[in-house]
């Protein structure tokens, strides 16, 4: 949500500036805008709508002089997506010019104070507030503005600042919200993602919580609130730079989908040694599980859903309670939380803001907190007791694919770790880690046996909703299913446990509503089958997913997908690949912009 980049170097900025906002276009935004110093003075470019419109105001960079400047991606929070309201914005006297990713909470107050001291408010932003502050407590000395700017700020923010009276010279701040240092030879970064860094320097900081940091092109150095020097240690990004470019595929989500074999293989391979699940990065299992009398899960969106599939091999193998929470949710609910629950939080990003505050204040009642998250150095992983990575690789589209299943994967592997563990299972160990093994392999079989998918996309794409229906894991994947039909082709689609239709929802199917059968359990087929045909006496049309040569399905069901034999415990994750095709093939028969989609971004780092 809303990208920041910073450049100062020895190359003309602008260019720098632009390429890296548009790696960061996954992040979802509605305007633009970059501030490049030159000769003393600050010039301001922003546009309302996509960078490409950007590029074509400045020349692609070209008509912009000047080695140091900071650049924006806004997703609207506060008031409309117009130029007005872009980043970057100018102090009243024109000496600063700021880029703020995050929220500030207590603009309003700071707003009416800055409006009676005289500053005049150009934009409806909140952000706008920081560089008036700026302005007012600066005395020749940036850092110590800053420092004073940032004790009067509420909220979460990411800052990039330049003054005119300092050439070459750019500040950073991050507090709750992502941001990143690329040390160069003669130049040096900052944004909120790595890849837009990437084809730049693998050589990052992270900076964390209430720290600043002063970039010059010879050096980088950190403070902290009091302005006392800190020591960081870089860290190398491993990951091909190419891994975060398209590789011949119209969008990223397809590239993404396809690469799912090779990402549940490098969540799995490494951590299966002996036919036994090892995590080397949670020390003592049987210390972090013992004394465990429940276990929640708590995530957003496609990582809450991820975390609906994973519960039920936890609790089977595990014979723990275990509860998944939306963290919205659990933050506000006065949790019933102590020192014998174990919190699972789930993020890809590791950034997302309500997972963050849910897990802290989890964290202060006593639980113990154990992150799946895939972006090394995240607030997440910083903030728990033990992490573990799902090594998925970059995602860019906004719709998540990898990182879904290769989460579901790591629930799966500490579902049998745990309950080694605790003693719950023995010798049947090796046969469970054969079958998560089988998993890459499995998913690849789930593309390659529905290549009529496309052809089901020109029959559904039309429909005004779908419904997704399944029970037990079907109905976690149901779950996943529909949101990501939601998010891609703007259709309306729900997902509802089977079971449940006579007690409501029966009364929406009328004749040809679509409606996607889950139906891969074979120990709970037969109850599927009977909701299948109740949805059939009453006009709708069938898309049914299930095992191949399942020929129960075929006498009922309009029209199928398929996938692999797989074990009921495993099964989401190879079950929900053909439900992204095939919201990846209505959305493109729809005309969607599928890799950012309106009104989404990729990391929510605000409420």
Request: hydrophobic fraction near 40%; charge should be negative.
């Amino acid at each position: 949500m809303c990208g920041i980049v910073g450049y100062t170097g020895t190359q003309n900025a602008a260019p720098i500036l632009l390429e890296g906002l548009k790696k960061l276009e996954y992040r979802g935004y509605d305007s633009a805008g970059i501030a490049v110093m030159d000769a003393g003075s600050i010039s301001v470019n922003k546009v309302k709508g996509r960078i490409a419109n950007l590029c074509e105001r400045t020349d692609d960079g070209s008509s912009v002089s000047g080695t140091t400047g900071i650049g924006h991606t806004r997703w609207a929070t506060h008031g409309a997506p117009t130029e007005e309201n872009a980043h970057p914005h100018l102090s009243n006297d024109g000496r600063f010019a700021i880029v703020h990713n995050g929220i500030i909470e207590n603009y309003m107050n700071l707003r009416e104070e800055l409006i009676s001291d005289g500053y005049v408010f150009q934009s409806e932003t909140d952000t706008e507030v920081i560089v008036h502050l700026l302005e007012m407590y600066y005395r020749g000395n940036v850092r110590d503005a800053l420092i004073r700017t940032a004790n009067r700020l509420s909220g979460s923010y990411a800052l990039g600042v330049i003054c005119s009276e300092e050439p070459g010279r750019i500040y950073a701040v991050r507090e709750k919200s992502p941001l990143i240092l690329g040390l160069g030879m003669g130049e040096n970064f900052f944004a909120s993602d790595v890849t837009a860094l990437v084809n730049h320097t693998r050589n990052v900081i992270y900076l964390e919580d209430g720290e600043f940091a002063e970039l010059t092109p010879e050096e980088i150095r950190v403070f902290d609130v009091t302005g006392r020097e800190l020591i960081k240690t870089p860290s190398r990004i491993l990951w091909d730079v190419q891994a975060a470019e398209k590789g011949g595929y119209e969008h990223f989500m397809l590239k993404e989908i396809m690469e799912q074999p090779a990402a549940v293989k490098a969540t799995i391979a490494p951590r299966i040694r002996d036919g036994a699940v090892v995590f080397e990065e949670l020390r003592d299992v049987g210390e972090l599980i013992s004394g465990v009398r429940k276990i929640i899960i708590t995530a957003c969106g496609s990582a809450y859903y991820a975390g609906c599939a994973g519960k039920y091999a936890l609790e089977k193998l595990t014979r723990i309670p275990v509860e998944v929470v939306l963290a919205s949710e659990l933050r506000y609910s006065d949790p019933l939380i102590d020192s014998e629950t174990l919190l699972i939080v789930i993020s890809q990003s590791g950034e997302t803001a309500d997972t963050i505050a849910a897990m802290k204040e989890c964290s202060q009642r006593g639980a113990r907190t154990l992150a799946v998250v895939n972006v090394v150095g995240s607030t997440v992983a910083t903030l728990a007791d033990y992490t573990v990575y799902t090594w998925a690789g970059p995602e860019i589209a906004v719709a998540t694919t990898k990182g879904y299943t290769t989460q579901v994967a790591v629930l799966y592997m500490l579902s049998v770790c745990f309950a080694r563990a605790l003693g719950r299972i023995g010798e049947e160990e090796k046969m469970l880690t054969e079958e998560l093994q089988q998993l890459p392999r499995l998913i690849q079989q789930a593309i390659d046996l529905n290549p009529s998918i496309p052809l089901l996309a020109k029959k559904y794409h039309a429909s005004k909703a779908l419904f997704f229906i399944g029970r037990n894991t079907d109905y976690a994947v149901a779950l996943e299913g529909a949101l990501k039909m939601k998010e891609i082709s703007y259709l309306h689609a729900e997902a509802y446990a089977a079971g449940e239709l006579k007690h409501g929802t029966i009364a929406l199917i009328e004749e040809h509503q679509p409606v996607v059968a889950l139906c891969c359990n074979p120990d709970i087929m037969e109850k599927t089958l009977s909701n299948i045909v109740e949805v059939k006496s009453r006009g709708a049309e069938v898309l049914a997913l299930t095992f191949r040569n399942n020929q129960k399905i075929l006498s009922v069901a309009d029209d199928l997908l398929f996938i692999p034999a797989v074990s009921a415990l495993f099964s989401a994750v190879p079950e929900i690949v053909p439900l992204q095709l095939l919201a990846y093939h209505v959305a493109k028969e729809n005309g969607c912009d599928i890799d950012k989609p309106k009104n989404l971004a990729k990391s929510v780092t605000v409420e």
